[in-house]
């Protein structure tokens, strides 16, 4: 979980503007936190019993947890798919080129 948090800081610094930057982050943050706590919270009003080795409740926050993950995969791929500081470059680097073909 550390390393996926510092990768994704790491990535909102460098796709936000420097005015945004640190309300950005502190929202990731804060989201991190929000639903750590949820996830506890679902985990301590289930049942556990030691004895019992064919407890199924786990299935029941892994799926939670997992329909939110898919939820935000079919986002990224779909609707933010050229949301990328290589995709921006990119463009700018070629109404660069067309702006100065114009000029000539």
């Not at 929202?27 to 985990?43: H, K, P, Q, R, T």
């Not at 926050?61 to 898919?70: A, D, E, K, R, V």
């Not at 290589?86 to 000029?103: G, H, L, R, T, V």
Request: proline fraction near 3%.
């Amino acid at each position: 979980m550390g390393a996926i948090e510092c990768v994704m800081i790491l990535y909102l610094t460098e796709i936000t503007l420097p005015e945004n930057r640190a309300f950005y982050n502190i929202l990731f943050l804060n989201m991190w936190a929000v639903s750590s706590f949820l996830i506890f919270c679902l985990g301590f009003g289930l049942q556990t019993d030691p004895n019992n080795t064919e407890n199924k409740y786990w299935i029941f926050l892994l799926g939670f947890c997992g329909i939110i993950c898919i939820m935000h995969l079919f986002g990224f791929l779909f609707c933010f798919k050229y949301d990328t500081p290589m995709y921006y470059m990119q463009k700018a680097k070629k109404s660069q080129n067309s702006i100065e073909k114009e000029k000539n």
